[in-house]
């Protein structure tokens, strides 16, 4: 299993949230493109930047700022969503040169979008499930649909994604450990790579994620920004396991 680091973007800065609030704001750094080559430097392979802008907007609104991070950490690969809601959005996420673009809210309402981008750009699609529960959040997590965890990742695997992003957002930002149970539910029922996200504080945590198979990946967020977790150390303890 390998970690990937979260750098989430609002107003040209490096934040955090709590719970996905807009209103539970921590800005980590005024320097998003210092804060990549930080994590590439102790040791991350793979990038998690989220517009979250663009979440909140429904349409990309940092796309400048994404092309000069994915340049400046090249050749270590990067997956960009936020407001990616409809094939010109993905194109143009993926012209940055991000490696993956992920899909949230659309793909959880619209089959025929999720499959349509998916031949497009066969491999590069991830697709986003944030849950309330065993429900899918929508709208940049404001809103809850009659969508289920499950319904979206079978969706997802019919169509070609490439991995299923989960995120049990009662727990995002929150560093009080990671929805495991639910997260092994989700890879048995479903026959697509995991990435898991919400709740990671330790390294104990990541170990639990690692043994779920299925698991892909964990991304991080807060724990490494408040320095509760060392990725350097954290990258050579998921060594071990292997």
Request: some cysteine.
């Given at each position: 299993?390998?970690?990937?680091?979260?750098?989430?973007?609002?107003?040209?800065?490096?934040?955090?949230?709590?719970e996905?609030?807009?209103?539970?704001?921590?800005v980590?750094?005024?320097?998003?493109?210092?804060?990549?080559?930080?994590?590439?430097?102790?040791?991350a392979?793979?990038?998690?930047?989220?517009?979250?802008?663009?979440?909140?907007?429904?349409?990309?609104?940092?796309?400048?700022?994404?092309?000069?991070?994915?340049?400046?950490?090249?050749?270590?690969?990067?997956?960009?969503?936020?407001?990616?809601?409809?094939?010109?959005?993905?194109?143009?996420?993926?012209?940055?040169g991000?490696?993956?673009?992920?899909?949230?809210?659309?793909?959880?309402?619209?089959?025929?979008?999720?499959?349509?981008?998916?031949?497009?750009?066969?491999?590069?699609?991830?697709?986003?499930?944030?849950?309330?529960g065993?429900?899918?959040?929508?709208?940049?997590?404001?809103?809850?649909?009659?969508?289920?965890?499950?319904?979206?990742?079978?969706?997802?695997?019919?169509?070609?994604?490439?991995?299923?992003?989960?995120?049990?957002?009662?727990?995002?930002?929150?560093?009080?450990?990671?929805?495991?149970?639910?997260?092994?539910?989700?890879?048995?029922?479903?026959?697509?790579p995991?990435?898991?996200?919400?709740?990671?504080?330790t390294?104990?945590?990541?170990?639990?994620?690692?043994m779920?198979?299925?698991?892909?990946?964990?991304?991080?967020?807060?724990?490494?920004?408040?320095?509760?977790?060392d990725?350097?150390?954290a990258?050579?303890?998921?060594?071990?396991?292997?």
């Amino acid at each position: 299993m390998i970690i990937i680091p979260a750098v989430d973007l609002r107003d040209g800065r490096c934040v955090r949230l709590r719970e996905g609030r807009s209103d539970r704001e921590t800005v980590f750094s005024d320097d998003p493109i210092a804060m990549a080559l930080r994590w590439v430097s102790l040791g991350a392979t793979r990038l998690h930047v989220v517009d979250l802008d663009g979440a909140f907007a429904g349409e990309p609104r940092q796309t400048a700022l994404v092309a000069k991070i994915v340049a400046a950490v090249a050749p270590v690969p990067v997956e960009i969503g936020g407001g990616l809601r409809d094939p010109a959005a993905v194109e143009a996420a993926l012209e940055t040169g991000a490696r993956w673009a992920v899909v949230g809210t659309r793909a959880a309402l619209d089959a025929g979008f999720l499959a349509d981008v998916c031949r497009r750009h066969p491999g590069r699609i991830v697709v986003a499930v944030d849950a309330r529960g065993a429900r899918v959040a929508v709208k940049g997590w404001t809103e809850v649909s009659e969508q289920t965890v499950t319904d979206v990742g079978l969706r997802a695997r019919e169509a070609g994604a490439a991995a299923l992003l989960y995120t049990d957002i009662s727990r995002d930002g929150m560093e009080q450990g990671p929805n495991v149970d639910d997260t092994a539910a989700l890879a048995r029922a479903i026959d697509l790579p995991i990435l898991a996200s919400g709740g990671v504080a330790t390294i104990d945590d990541l170990r639990r994620m690692a043994m779920i198979p299925g698991v892909e990946a964990t991304i991080v967020g807060r724990a490494l920004y408040t320095g509760a977790i060392d990725l350097a150390a954290a990258i050579s303890a998921m060594s071990t396991l292997q």
